[in-house]
C-alpha cells in the first residue's frame, strides 16, 4: 500500500483567505486525485492531477479557485483561495496503488478546513 | 460516466447478526468496485474490491461483498457485526478511467 502525508490535518481559516494544502506519497505515482467530503456528504472530485501537466477539473470546480501543482511523482498541493464558509470541509488526496495497475485507490488522512 | 447509488443512510444492526450495506451502480463497460469504511476523524480505509473473476470478494476486518452483474449490484456484507464495525461505508465505481465516483455513504452502527 502507499503511505500519503497531509498537511495540515487541520486549520481553521478566515474568510477571504487562502489555504494550501500538502499532500506527499511515498512512492512515485502517475496520478493524484482530490476530493472534497462537505460535513455529512460523501466524496467529491475536484480535479486529477498529472505530473507534467496542468490538472484536470470537474463540472464545478475551477482553477482560480481551488489551483493545484504537481511538481514531481510523489507530491501535489491544492490550494483553497479566497475562502467562505461554504468551503469548509474535508480535503483528501488519494493515489491509485502503483503495483495493481492502478485499481483501488488510497487515501490520506484528510484535512479538515473549518472557515469563519 | 459511472456512478453508484447507497439507498440506506442508515443501517442498524444487533452484535452477533449478519450485516447487509446495499449499494447499485451504473458504469459503461466493465466496473470496477470497491468498498472503503471511514472512522471518525480518520481517512477512507480501502476493505476490499471486485475486478474481474469470482463474483464473491473477501476483504479486510471479515467483510466480503458479492458482485451481481444481472442486478448491477455490490452489496457488502459481514456474518456477524461487531460494535468496533460502527463506521461510515462508501461503495466506489469506476471504469476504464481511474477516477472514482463515490456513493452517498451509510452509516452503520452496531449494538451491543
Known amino acids: 500500500s502507499a503511505v500519503i502525508s497531509q498537511k495540515p490535518s487541520r486549520d481553521i481559516c478566515q474568510r477571504g483567505t487562502s489555504l494550501t494544502i500538502q499532500c506527499q506519497v511515498d512512492?512515485?505515482?502517475?496520478?493524484m486525485f482530490w476530493y472534497r467530503q462537505q460535513p455529512g456528504q460523501s466524496l467529491t472530485l475536484i480535479a486529477t492531477?498529472?505530473?507534467?501537466?496542468?490538472?484536470?477539473?470537474e463540472s464545478g470546480f475551477v482553477i482560480d479557485k481551488f489551483p493545484i501543482s504537481r511538481p514531481n511523482l510523489t507530491f501535489s498541493t491544492l490550494t483553497v483561495s479566497n475562502m467562505s464558509p461554504e468551503d469548509s470541509s474535508i480535503y483528501l488526496c488519494?493515489?491509485?496503488?502503483?503495483?495493481?495497475?492502478?485499481?483501488?485507490?488510497?487515501f490520506g488522512q484528510g484535512t479538515r478546513l473549518t472557515v469563519v | 460516466a459511472q456512478s453508484v447509488a447507497q439507498p440506506e443512510d442508515q443501517v442498524n444492526v444487533a452484535e452477533g447478526n449478519p450485516l447487509t450495506v446495499k449499494c447499485t451502480y451504473s458504469?459503461?463497460?466493465?466496473?470496477?468496485l470497491f468498498w472503503y469504511v471511514q472512522y471518525p476523524n480518520r481517512g477512507l480505509q480501502f476493505l476490499l474490491k471486485?475486478?474481474?473473476?469470482?463474483?464473491l470478494v473477501k476483504g479486510s476486518y471479515g467483510f466480503e461483498a458479492e458482485f451481481n452483474k444481472s442486478q448491477t449490484s455490490f452489496h457488502l456484507k459481514k456474518p456477524s457485526a461487531l460494535v468496533s464495525d460502527s463506521a461510515l461505508y462508501f461503495c466506489?465505481?469506476?471504469?476504464?478511467?481511474?477516477?472514482?465516483?463515490f456513493g452517498a455513504g451509510t452509516r452503520l452502527t452496531v449494538k451491543p
Open positions: 488519494s493515489v491509485p496503488l502503483p503495483q495493481t495497475g492502478e485499481t483501488e485507490a488510497f
Open positions: 512512492s512515485q505515482v502517475t496520478m
Open positions: 492531477a498529472n505530473q507534467g501537466s496542468e490538472a484536470t477539473y
Open positions: 458504469v459503461s463497460g466493465n466496473p470496477y
Open positions: 471486485y475486478i474481474t473473476g469470482d463474483n
Open positions: 466506489a465505481v469506476r471504469d476504464s478511467s481511474t477516477d472514482m465516483r
